[in-house]
């Protein structure tokens, strides 16, 4: 876990937390029945409390709980190896804004489709776990890191990041379409959330202001990678500055920040640093 950033940290701790402490500490001490779970209750995001009953708190709360233990593992396992690509791109403070918003649109999304017919539910048809903002992660690992490698365990196929979003965007269109699998609500809030992904990766300055956002970075890797970043002479140069206006900009506001002009200055100074043969 050291290596991970805080965000991505606090994820896993507070869902794999609030799990065992909601399916196993709680139902004992207050000597609940099998399968009543109290926070639960309270969080999960149905359309009648959460949207008519106004309470709000559920766009959020659904997203940290979870109904067994493959729920938990498997969404914990995508957030610790797709969650770190998109906090170091964006930066900690917009990556949570980046995660929640996409977990609330993926309960606005199924409470649209629910009431226009298209999936099938009650208005107390509840909502729970973390795969609408993780399906925001994993689309916006597939902009910015589209050509990447990815190997699964089931199937055990080789994927580009590219192929793999739109692979689960046609399944969870097809579940609900066809109304197979029986849980078309949660597919619902799979497409909510990447949906909005792929909107705030077209469109990052709807996040907001640039002030405050910082790039965190392994201490173990930073440390390896600045000397190339960063190279240093006897002389300072006008280009050298550059560089470090540049790395600046991106600690403070994120690589999605550059300009595609400060880009060209970072990969020329990179190339420049390779070996020659």
Same mark, same amino acid.
């Given at each position: 876990m050291s290596h991970l950033p805080p965000v991505v940290k606090w994820l896993l701790i507070l869902n794999v937390g609030i799990f065992f402490l909601d399916h196993m500490i709680l139902p004992k001490l207050l000597g609940l029945p099998k399968n009543v779970y109290p926070l639960g209750n309270l969080g999960a995001f149905t359309i009648q409390s959460g949207l008519f009953e106004l309470h709000l708190w559920q766009f959020v709360t659904f997203q940290f709980l979870h109904a067994h233990l493959l729920h938990i593992l498997f969404n914990s396992i995508a957030i610790y190896f797709f969650g770190p690509w998109l906090e170091r791109w964006w930066g900690s403070k917009k990556?949570?804004?980046f995660y929640l918003a996409c977990g609330a649109a993926g309960a606005a999304f199924f409470t649209l489709l629910a009431l226009t017919g298209v999936v099938p539910g009650e208005l107390d048809s509840y909502l729970i776990g973390a795969s609408a903002g993780i399906y925001g992660i994993l689309v916006g690992v597939a902009v910015i890191a589209p050509n990447l490698r990815?190997?699964?365990l089931f199937p055990p196929i080789?994927?580009?990041m590219r192929q793999l979003a739109i %692979?689960?965007?046609v399944i969870s269109v097809g579940l609900i379409l066809f109304h197979l699998g029986g849980n078309e =609500?949660?597919?619902a809030g799979h497409l909510g959330g990447a949906l909005l992904g792929y909107f705030l990766m077209r469109y990052p300055r709807l996040l907001g202001g640039q002030s405050g956002v910082e790039i965190i970075r392994?201490? %173990?890797l930073a440390s390896q990678a600045a000397p190339k970043?960063?190279?240093r002479s006897g002389v300072r140069? =006008?280009?050298d500055t550059a560089v470090d206006l540049i790395l600046d900009k991106i600690s403070r506001e994120g690589f999605q920040s550059l300009t595609q002009a400060e880009r060209d200055i970072l990969t020329e100074a990179a190339q420049r640093q390779q070996p020659r043969p």
């Open positions: 990556f949570l804004i990815v190997a699964l080789e994927l580009s %692979a689960l965007m =609500g949660g597919e392994p201490k %173990a970043l960063r190279p140069t =006008g280009e």
